[in-house]
């Protein structure tokens, strides 16, 4: 059963313009939220994250929208730029700390075109 | 700072055959952990350590062992590997479990014939 669902395995926009990835997630237990973005024959990096106690974190061009009532989250990419063109990967924990264990959806393919 | 390494960066295997992937950090991170990548899937925990001497398994441990016994080290036994385990293996190490930022080595690939 994935816990962690992102539904659309691609997403093309043209460049400037934005880019929405959406993430659906089953287990009420989960209480924080990750983003991590993959380029091909290389490991994931840290994009951005927020805790269920906010609806809404920003880092630059980055957003995460968090709706806990519809277990959905988003990534907004404003402006997309094609050095954004990779693959990302929604994750989510239910509770942070040494223990922590995060489970991770099977990512979405983002193409900005020029 | 090398950050997460990882060796080999490719490997060959038989059925029935052992080995052990490398994983070394440099950023005396406190918690290490490994998952497998698998086509059409996201990532997915295989154990992971929370200091040296402690490690605990993750969402798909059967097959594989690990140890900690230096902060720097974690690395990851296949016993006897099957094709099952032919995956894009990646380590990754953060100061303080998985919802802390997670440094992710660059992967090894692995094929089981």
């Known amino acids: 059963d994935q816990q962690v669902k992102q539904n659309s395995p691609s997403l093309s926009v043209q460049e400037g313009r934005i880019s929405i990835l959406n993430c659906d997630y089953t287990n009420s237990m989960f209480d924080y939220f990750l983003w991590y973005k993959k380029y091909p024959a290389e490991g994931p990096t840290f994009l951005i994250s927020?805790?269920?106690?906010?609806d809404k974190n920003e880092d630059g061009r980055f957003t995460v929208f968090l709706n806990k009532s519809a277990k959905h989250l988003s990534l907004h990419i404003v402006p997309s730029q094609p050095g954004d063109s990779a693959v990302y990967f929604c994750a989510a924990s239910a509770y942070t700390g040494a223990n922590s264990k995060l489970t991770f959806g099977k990512g979405i393919t983002l193409s900005v075109r020029p | 700072n090398a950050g997460v390494t990882q060796t080999p960066k490719f490997q060959v295997l038989k059925t029935g055959q052992s080995m052990t992937l490398q994983c070394a950090q440099d950023m005396n991170h406190e918690y290490m952990s490994w998952y497998r990548q698998d086509p059409g899937m996201g990532l997915r925990l295989i154990h992971y350590s929370v200091g040296a001497g402690i490690t605990d398994q993750g969402e798909v441990p059967n097959g594989y062992n690990v140890s900690r016994s230096t902060t720097e080290d974690f690395p990851l036994r296949l016993l006897s590997a099957a094709p099952s385990q032919t995956s894009v293996y990646f380590c990754?190490?953060?100061?303080?479990?998985?919802?802390?930022?997670?440094?992710f080595g660059p992967g090894t690939r692995l094929t089981v014939l």
């Open positions: 927020i805790s269920s106690i906010k």
């Open positions: 990754a190490s953060s100061r303080a479990g998985s919802t802390d930022t997670q440094y």
